[in-house]
């Protein structure tokens, strides 16, 4: 019996970190999810290692890297946490990007703070060649890190991360046709921030 051929990576999307993606098939995933939610330690340890980078990579640019770490370890908890409450209807990415989203803006109301520390190279890559790209990281950042936090999940999620309208619609539970007004807002405003920072493309 030929076993069924992998056909979409799980939990999440390939990073852009030039490693190689954890791959399951649905039934696999499917699998993997239901022991967590029996609490199988394991299962949860599989989970982990297959989302945390990419759970990690958005939630440092949500909340800035001095916060990062306690943020994503709180994504996990309220993830283990909630994940009874998990139907399956979307991929488990979606939800748990929703999760990650979510607990980056509570900590930012918390802290009532919208500014992230500023970077000194990509998360999870490799540092950027050169004086003028790490500058140009640098610029880049700052910019982000003037967007409202809403805004800037939205840009995360489709230029970083690579989501689709409608997936970023399932992880913020917003209409379709809004991501689309969002986005075009958010690049807007990026583009004005990086000009009065004296970014020249």
């Not at 890559?125 to 910019?143: C, F, K, T």
Request: glycine share 6%; proline share 4%.
């Amino acid at each position: 019996m030929e076993s069924a051929s992998p056909r979409r990576i799980a939990p999440l999307a390939a990073s852009n970190s030039g490693e190689e993606a954890v791959v399951w098939t649905d039934e696999e995933a499917a699998e993997v999810v239901e022991a967590c939610k029996s609490g199988d330690p394991l299962a949860q340890r599989r989970l982990y290692d297959a989302s945390q980078k990419n759970v990690y990579r958005l939630v440092v640019r949500m909340v800035g890297l001095q916060d990062a770490a306690d943020v994503t370890q709180q994504v996990f908890l309220q993830a283990f946490r909630k994940i009874g409450q998990f139907s399956g209807r979307s991929q488990f990415g979606t939800w748990i990007y929703r999760v990650a989203v979510n607990e980056s803006l509570q900590h930012l109301r918390k802290v009532k703070r919208s500014r992230m520390q500023l970077l000194e190279q990509e998360p999870m890559d490799s540092a950027p060649s050169g004086h003028a790209s790490i500058e140009d990281q640098e610029v880049l950042e700052r910019a982000l890190a003037q967007l409202e936090p809403d805004l800037r999940s939205i840009f995360l999620l489709r230029e970083i991360d690579g989501l689709s309208y409608d997936a970023i619609a399932d992880v913020l539970e917003i209409p379709a046709g809004t991501v689309g007004s969002r986005l075009n807002r958010a690049r807007r405003e990026l583009k004005q921030y990086l000009t009065e920072l004296g970014w020249e493309p």
